[in-house]
């Protein structure tokens, strides 16, 4: 137990081995954030189970409406469709051995359409145990083991600043820099994304594993005994294995040991050997999974997967400081919220916007004071730097992410201003007040009442935006207008859950339009969306049924299947509405007519691509008339790929056809 003397708080140390204590004077109180020491001592949840209590219970509180949520967004890639996942504890071999994407692709080609690549193994492995354990489409069970791990998340947060930041003698625990910091981390709304989602458990993971190995490497050096210090790579390792932002932890941990204790830098570099070696084999393992290392050197030219497509250098760099610029806001102000940062809810800019030029301006001056300001032991300094460390690997200025931003990327991020507003409140004003130090006091307790109502509030009201696709995308369409992917899937939500659920022609209506409008302007904004286009065509078949315009319907079909002739989503779908309309009373002229321009004209003449010209073009034979301008076409191209036999069927079809015309 930490002994107190004057009330300041005293490591546990032994005397032969003063790893932690200054040899200098204590300091007044006013400077005693200067010389700070770390309290880890043994018993410390027997005097602090309430608070730790009080944390999972808001967690739980805030999140628990999440328990009764299904699968949405990207739950379909990591978790209900990927083979790996649904093999239960089988599918762990190969969920390590490959992207965490290959069991949703199943093939290494479609992988190239993302930039990067993407292992995190071990959220993936518990996902599977739950298949394992208890059998699937169980999204509740999901649910609630994310909110139990943010909770915890929250927990060993509150643990490493009680030691970081020792209360003042007879301080109380509800107004400490660590209760305070952990409770308005678990309160944030910006980590709605994170818990509700069920892929967000990678983020969590990375951030729990990462903070724990930052606490087992604080007890090697409070306790200096070597297990720890194994413990802290091997927390490391896991943290990496979730995602690979962990990775930023290698600077975090030593700059935390440094700040915080008198710990010889020569020895932080040594017990940093660990640390060191746990990322250096997760290197290897990813490599060995994905086989390169930070890209995989093929050009990715969809807009959707590279936001930054077309963009010069000075526009690229533009536009991803003025997405910094918005964690900063959405950090102290999280409003509003959404899941869909594409092209373009964030705008396309260069420097000659004001929002970019000051995020720069912000962020080099964050990064310059806070350098200048770390050796006179300032802790808004050190906050900087965990934020400027945590924050660079999603930035966008290193490594490529696929997307300009993201809400979960601000996940571990986010304890800096955490840890700033309970500092600031329990340490700094009131000592620009001459209030006492760790106590409550009228403006603080005030500001931190206000502080816990909204964030709160924010993020109650959010989290019923996660329960299923139809509830999300309509939340963000009401934010991310200027985003094509928005628009896209509040159409798919809709034609998927109200659309082809029912049978009702005046209820069917309006969903028609409304999904009209959207897919729209989502290919108003991004013309070559391929997964618009898709939509577009399901919509021209739905808008069809309402009108039966034949020549609007084919129209439609025509612009979709120059654009995305092969698609494995819209081609299935064309080739069996052809066939619905062919028996089932379509205007066989239309239809003639139509199959005779792709297949013959575009695809044959203009595309030279035989294998298409054919399939669309015999999409008008089973028609109650047979067009000879259809068949002579097919006994062209039949002749031109070498298949004389079905040349001369369909040129003697076609002689027939005008022997008929004739009489």
Not at 27 to 54: I, M, S
Not at 555 to 568: C, G, S, T, Y
Request: aromatic share 14%; with cysteine.
């Amino acid at each position: 137990m930490a002994a107190k003397g004057k009330g300041k708080p005293v490591p546990r140390i032994q005397p032969e081995k003063p790893v932690l204590k200054s040899g200098k004077p204590a300091l007044k109180k006013e400077h005693r954030d200067h010389e700070r020491t770390t309290t880890f001592h043994a018993g410390f949840w027997r005097q602090n189970w309430l608070p730790a209590l009080l944390l999972m219970a808001v967690s739980f509180g805030l999140y628990a409406a999440a328990v009764r949520f299904g699968y949405v967004l990207d739950d379909q890639m990591v978790f209900w469709q990927n083979t790996y996942v649904q093999k239960g504890f089988a599918g762990i071999r190969d969920i390590f051995g490959y992207d965490s994407f290959m069991g949703y692709f199943q093939k290494r080609e479609n992988l190239l359409l993302l930039e990067g690549g993407r292992y995190r193994p071990l959220s993936l492995v518990t996902f599977a145990m739950e298949v394992g354990i208890f059998g699937k489409d169980h999204p509740g069970i999901s649910h609630f083991i994310n909110i139990l791990l943010y909770g915890l998340t929250g927990v060993m947060l509150y643990r490493i600043l009680a030691g970081l930041f020792p209360r003042e003698e007879g301080g109380r625990w509800y107004f400490s820099v660590a209760f305070i910091g952990a409770l308005l981390f678990v309160l944030h709304p910006l980590h709605s994304e994170a818990v509700a989602n069920i892929k967000g458990r990678d983020e969590i993971l990375a951030l729990l594993f990462s903070l724990g190995a930052l606490y087992a490497t604080l007890k090697y050096f409070d306790t200096n005994r070597s297990g720890w210090l194994w413990g802290s790579a091997f927390l490391l390792l896991l943290g990496l294995f979730s995602k690979e932002n962990a990775l930023t932890f290698l600077a975090v941990i030593p700059l935390t040991v440094w700040f915080f204790t008198k710990v010889p830098l020569s020895r932080i570099v040594t017990a940093g050997l660990p640390l060191l070696a746990a990322s250096f084999v997760f290197i290897l393992v990813r490599y060995n999974a994905l086989g390169f290392m930070l890209d995989h050197g093929r050009a990715v030219n969809d807009l959707m997967n590279n936001p930054f497509l077309g963009m010069s250098i000075g526009e690229k760099l533009a536009t991803t400081f003025l997405t910094l610029g918005w964690y900063v806001k959405l950090l102290f102000w999280p409003h509003p919220l959404t899941h869909d940062y594409y092209p373009y809810h964030v705008p396309k800019v260069n420097f000659s916007d004001w929002k970019a030029l000051g995020s720069l301006v912000l962020y080099a001056g964050m990064g310059i004071w806070a350098v200048l300001n770390l050796r006179k032991r300032s802790v808004p300094a050190y906050i900087i730097l965990y934020f400027l460390v945590t924050i660079s690997i999603v930035s966008n200025l290193f490594v490529a992410v696929g997307t300009f931003m993201n809400e979960r990327f601000a996940y571990m991020p986010s304890v800096a201003i955490c840890v700033l507003a309970g500092w600031f409140l329990a340490r700094k004003l009131p000592e620009w007040l001459n209030e006492r130090p760790d106590r409550p006091y009228v403006l603080g307790a005030g500001v931190l009442a206000i502080a816990v109502g909204l964030l709160g509030w924010r993020t109650f009201v959010r989290v019923p935006d996660w329960k299923d696709a139809l509830s999300l995308n309509t939340s963000a369409i009401r934010t991310s207008s200027g985003s094509a992917r928005s628009h896209c899937f509040y159409v798919t939500a809709i034609y998927e859950n109200q659309y082809l659920k029912t049978k009702d022609p005046a209820v069917k209506k309006p969903l028609v339009d409304t999904m009209e409008y959207h897919i729209n302007r989502s290919l108003e904004i991004n013309p070559d969306y391929g997964s618009a286009l898709v939509m577009k065509g399901a919509i021209a078949a739905a808008r069809f049924e309402q009108d039966h315009q034949m020549d609007k319907l084919f129209h439609a079909f025509e612009d979709v299947l120059q654009r995305i002739p092969n698609n494995a989503n819209f081609r299935p779908f064309f080739d069996q509405y052809m066939v619905y309309l062919s028996k089932n009373g379509g205007n066989p002229n239309k239809i003639n007519a139509f199959c005779y321009r792709m297949g013959y004209e575009y695809f044959y003449k203009q595309k030279k691509d035989t294998k298409n010209a054919i399939v669309i073009l015999e999409h008008a034979l089973p028609t109650q008339t047979e067009d000879e301008r259809v068949l002579y076409a097919l006994a062209e191209i039949y002749g031109a790929t070498g298949n004389a036999a079905k040349a001369a069927e369909m040129r003697s079809r076609a002689e027939a056809s005008e022997k008929v015309l004739i009489r």
